[in-house]
């Protein structure tokens, strides 16, 4: 395995510290569209005192009932109106 040393100037690292900052601050997050994701989300504790259920209902109805839900990094949201039209759906 060999080692390479790479030598650089100040000026040289300048322009590359000016070019990053540059591209940082022109950096945009992609904007998501509102049908990906609907504005009414809420928790998965609010979803739950919505419902009028606990915590392990809800969480038992996620993973086994098909309950709509959004993950978002781990983090489970919900739909009020998903979640109406989810408990309209199954008393029929």
Do not use: C
């Amino acid at each position: 395995m060999s080692v390479q040393l790479y030598s650089h100037s100040k000026s040289d690292l300048e322009k590359a510290v000016e070019i990053i900052l540059n591209r940082a601050k022109e950096f945009r997050l992609p904007i998501e569209s509102s049908d990906d994701k609907p504005e009414d989300l809420i928790s998965q504790n609010e979803a739950a005192k919505f419902l009028h259920i606990s915590m392990p209902t809800i969480i038992d109805w996620r993973k086994h009932k098909d309950l709509p839900h959004y993950n978002f990094n781990g983090r489970f949201f919900y739909s009020k109106k998903e979640l109406l039209k989810y408990g309209k759906d199954k008393r029929n």
